[in-house]
């Protein structure tokens, strides 16, 4: 999973976001480390601050008359993260043009080390006919100021 | 919070359900004990069990134009539930007229003492106008089988 | 539950912590609001940052020798919470000389209205022996700066 | 990700479980349908039943002087699940001599269709000197009542 260099389109939007979070107590697990289920939550909350940066977050996913669901999710757990320990979230816009794929990394504050990098795939389905988009709607390619080809 | 015995209506129903539960690694918090916050969790499962047995889940309240949101919950956290021990979950219904008031019991299989004592109050609310409704819905009377007075 | 106004001991501490949070999709049930259940996780943000404030976190808890379980909570819903607002969540400090209570009030910054309002009580447990304490321990009175009756 | 079928070794054992679950309320999300994060609980609920099924959950690898934490997970969504529909889970071990890997299926019982299938890869970490072990202990092959090669 490597951050794109995207040498065919030199002038692409290269859209990221970048949170810190505190995972609590209720985050961590009897090994005293971050449960790998819930990094999933910390995941969307980053993809959260991206989609937003550009206007396109759920709200207004449903009002342009698209769904976004997740149809396929990957994560490496590379370092633990330990109750008390703050962390970066990561989330890269890498794919548009026929589905959303978005890339992130966990950095783990305390030990400088990185804790997990993830990756999420999400398609278009139309709101009405509930019918799966093939290629990405116009919306999307407005909300990231683009000019469809 | 006792279980009610009702004295004026001998004849009442007296509703109740009880579900067996295997809390999981993911509920477990640094300390070994499931997380006060995930008991929660336990109560929907039991409540959606109690209501289910007179046809009045969650997907029947919207069909029927009512939402049921809870308006108050209380805990008491008696002994903890460590990894590996098995519970039970019992609610009892024990208010209906003007309000859906159940109470609950979480024992611990494995110690034979009671973990947590619980309770929940939920409101109507209709769900065109969006407004509480003061007593309960004639709805609610008939899955319950009773005549209202 | 009234944020408590001390009338005999004017120089008493009056600990807070106000945290602002943005509810997350999947903080959100089918009918479009935070569900109830997971206003717990807010809390315990908050109740983080009041324990850390004056050096009393959950791993200062474990150091000094003290679990600190909660054995009580209650929570009254005023208003829902519809994804995509931001709330604050303030903790209070009401009680700590015999066991710690905090008072909670959460606000729905969209609204301007309160959303809950809640309570938590914890007691100290002896980390070795696993006896209940029936005062608070000293440890707590210092981290508050304070000076044991 | 497809269930193996093991040529060159026609005696070994094919370990699987498969658990019955209900998803609640609490599971589903603003869109009527399971949140993509939480079918990890329902992975691990299928997971430790599988471990239990020959005795090596987590209480008995810690006994056993090792830690497995999950180093990666990948998981496809092929069909929602709505709230009321029931689902399967089955977990299938399908590596165990480096690592554990498990491969699983959720299949939804109300629409007779498969609704997700992931997979999880574990290795084994000595507890005391917190390192990775290359191929997993020997206690995993005398759980799986197998003579190591």
């Not at 589905?99 to 139309?126: G, H, P, S, V």
């Amino acid at each position: 999973m490597k951050i794109p260099i995207s040498k065919t389109a030199p002038s692409a939007p290269f859209r990221s976001a970048t949170i810190e979070l505190q995972p609590q107590f209720y985050d961590v697990d009897p090994m005293g480390v971050v449960w790998h289920g819930n990094y999933f939550r910390f995941l969307e909350c980053a993809r959260s601050a991206l989609l937003d940066s550009f206007h396109y977050g759920y709200l207004e996913m449903e009002k342009s008359g698209y769904f976004w669901p997740i149809v396929e999710t990957r994560m490496k757990y590379v370092s633990p993260v330990a109750l008390g320990q703050k962390i970066t979230v990561t989330a890269i816009l890498v794919e548009w043009e026929n589905r959303l794929r978005i890339d992130y990394e966990i950095f783990n504050l305390a030990t400088r080390r990185r804790a997990t990098k993830a990756q999420t795939t999400q398609i278009a389905i139309d709101k009405h006919s509930r019918e799966m988009c093939f290629t990405s709607p116009a919306i999307l390619f407005e909300k990231l100021g683009l000019s469809q080809k």
